[in-house]
């Protein structure tokens, strides 16, 4: 497998994980584990949280639908996919080709600074606006391209093409791997403009390189999703890149990482500026604060990006040594230890 693949060709796995933990109630802001029942200590807290017998039934009914979602997650994603490629007419054609003049020129600075052989941490860090403890802001897309990307994002939202959503907390987000993403745009975008600014910026979350991502849009406006709740993401690393349009509030604001006691008193804000990606850790808590406007409207292009070797010791969601459970096609960045083992021995004899 090369860097340049999102690691399909060696077998995709998910960590069994999937199937029972990280569920979430939205409602009442809950993520829980779920085996098919409601755990004890989840019933007094939704009861406590004001949750009649009725709404408990509908709880564990959507939970269920949601199980079934995963076991089904890339079966039905294929399919999709397969569909929106024959039905689906691509407004912008030429988007899905990454091409350098998408990207913002202070970027391509970045990346070829982070290219040389003399370039460390300090040098990338001060060509950006750092906002948090290894949270850093700088630009990445054009006006131009953010404003035809989103174009192409509503053309495909108001087609009939079948679509998924990149995640429970998000409903009005866009699988980029479905609408065909994935191999002339967001493995060079990876491998070649992040990966080079992750590997001296995170160096100890990046393994032995970002061997594949999944990428995806969110969208917040009134009436839709206004806000998304406090999380970590299942990624090494993160870019959240503002497209645009308009919109007032709605930043990011950090807390603790995941290994550290959950607390939400100390949290900092970081705000989006139009064609700025933030980049941080996956596992760096996270929300987003409501957008307010009445005619507030904000696109993201969110890419999670994932090494295999760092996740295949460690899975990032479950805390232990992954359950691998094959997948027809687009797992969640695991990889077979024999593959690795092969790839490693390859890498130390050429
Ligand atoms: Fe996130
Ligand atoms: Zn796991």
Known sequence: M?????????????????????????????????????????????????????????????????LSRRK??????VERAAIISTCYTRKHPHLFALKREFLH????EMVAVAKS???????????????????????????????????????????DAPKG????????????NELGFDSGFLNDFRVNYIYPIARLLLPEWVGDGLDSHKAFTVKY????????????????????????KSFEDGSLYF??????????LHTTEVKHKVGYGILHRGQHRHGAMEIS???SERHNLIVWLRSSSLRNKLCPMCGTTPELVSQPKWGDGFTKPEINRSQESSCQLS
């Open 221 to 244: 406006k009134h009436g839709e999703d206004l806000d998304l709740s406090y999380h970590f993401d299942n990624a090494e690393v993160t870019i959240n890149i503002c497209l645009g």
């Open 165 to 176: 959503r990149p995640n429970t907390m998000n409903n009005y987000g866009i699988l980029l």
């Open 255 to 264: 807390g603790n990482m995941k290994t550290e006691h959950n607390n939400l």
């Open 117 to 159: 052989t003399q370039a460390t941490a300090n040098s990338i860090a001060c060509m950006t606006e750092t906002c948090a403890e290894k949270v850093w802001r700088f630009p990445v897309f054009t006006n131009q391209f953010c404003n035809e990307f989103i174009d192409e994002m509503c053309n495909f939202e108001s087609s």
């Open 72 to 77: 089904h997650l890339s079966e039905t994603s």
């Open 105 to 108: 020129p202070k970027l391509l």
């Open 2 to 66: 090369s860097l340049t693949e999102n690691n399909t060709g060696s077998g995709a796995f998910v960590c069994a994980c999937i199937f029972t933990k990280n569920y979430f109630i939205a409602k009442y802001n809950m993520h829980i584990d779920f085996n098919g029942n409601l755990d004890e200590k989840v019933v007094l807290e939704l009861r406590r949280k004001g949750a009649a017998e009725k709404e408990l039934k509908s709880i564990v009914s959507d939970l269920k639908d949601e």
């Open 293 to 295: 406007g009445e005619d």
